[in-house]
């Protein structure tokens, strides 16, 4: 896994360090001694986790600067793309948000064991933390499989005005994008950029979709998530 992991950064011009692939490699075997007993991956092949979980998350580095910024990761599930983006850009202010209680204690116990700084994780669900925590994020990310307009409702409420929200997605989301553009314009969101990219040495094609916050998402939103999923925006 260690020289796929760099030559991987190198072919996506990251300079990473040897203790950041080490924290890498640290994280994906706590994560598969968990999933033994727990289901939080089926990729189990460390090839295959190098390239579609570390490799993939770390693509988000060329689409932001996230160096000092506060961050959350929105249905966070086992980690990704949170734990790689902390790992490789530590002084990240980073919060885990799953609404699975489990998922957050395996995450937390890597927090722990593993020394990280700057990093929590919270068992909470996305439109519950942000009454609490509405517009505090410079960034929200999220490899979550929701459509992207229920994905907006959950992240952009989290964002700061200025700051961001970026969706990882498949390649073939052009009906979803369009889908998506009302709920995004009504919480105060704009489509900046889309970047499609491949994940080095494979012939996977995936998407990041950049939604700048122009404006303050209005106080309704998000709204309970049974109305969410009842009646997307």
């Not at 490789?88 to 937390?108: A, H, N, V, W, Y």
Request: with cysteine; glycine share 4%; net charge neutral.
């Amino acid at each position: 896994m260690t020289e796929l992991l760099k030559n991987g950064f190198s072919a996506m011009k990251l300079s990473v360090s040897d203790a950041q692939i080490a924290q890498l490699e640290d994280f994906t075997a706590r994560m598969l001694e968990t999933n033994k007993v727990m289901n939080l991956t089926r990729i189990t092949d460390p090839k295959e986790i190098a390239e579609k979980h570390l490799l993939d998350c770390a693509s988000l580095l060329q689409a932001a600067d996230f160096s000092k910024k506060s961050v959350v990761d929105v249905g966070c599930g086992a980690g990704f793309p949170g734990m790689p983006l902390h790992i490789l850009c530590p002084s990240c202010e980073l919060t885990l948000l799953d609404s699975l209680g489990k998922r957050i204690r395996f995450l937390q116990g890597c927090i722990d064991a593993m020394n990280l700084s700057d990093i929590e994780a919270v068992h909470a669900r996305a439109e519950e933390f942000a009454a609490k925590h509405r517009e505090q994020y410079d960034f929200a990310v999220s490899r979550a499989v929701a459509q992207l307009n229920v994905l907006a409702e959950l992240s952009l409420p989290l964002v700061k005005q200025g700051g961001a929200f970026i969706a990882m997605k498949s390649k073939d989301t052009d009906e979803e994008l369009e889908r998506a553009k009302k709920a995004i314009c009504l919480l105060g969101g704009e489509i900046e950029k889309i970047i499609d990219y491949t994940i080095p040495h494979t012939e996977i094609t995936h998407r990041l979709v950049v939604i700048r916050k122009k404006n303050h998402t209005p106080k309704q939103y998000p709204r309970p998530f049974r109305k969410i999923s009842a009646s997307p925006l």
